[in-house]
């Protein structure tokens, strides 16, 4: 798996959201967006589509690859 940087709690507590909601908006379990804000999930275009547009941010502001 590709080592990244993720931003995602940065914007995620932005749009005052907690991860469960976030989660909820996404379709994905809480579980997973802890996993993703930690870099130790690599998303799916789809999931950093949805998660990008949630939360009102550009995916390469939110996920980092090097």
Do not use: H, W
């Not at 993720?6 to 914007?11: Q, S, V």
């Amino acid at each position: 798996m590709a080592e990244f940087t993720c931003n995602l709690k940065f914007f995620r507590q932005r749009k005052d959201l907690t991860q469960e909601q976030l989660a909820e908006l996404v379709g994905v379990r809480r579980e997973t967006i802890m996993r993703l804000e930690k870099a130790q999930y690599n998303p799916s275009l789809k999931l950093a589509v949805d998660i990008s547009r949630a939360v009102g941010a550009a995916i390469d502001e939110i996920f980092i690859f090097p």
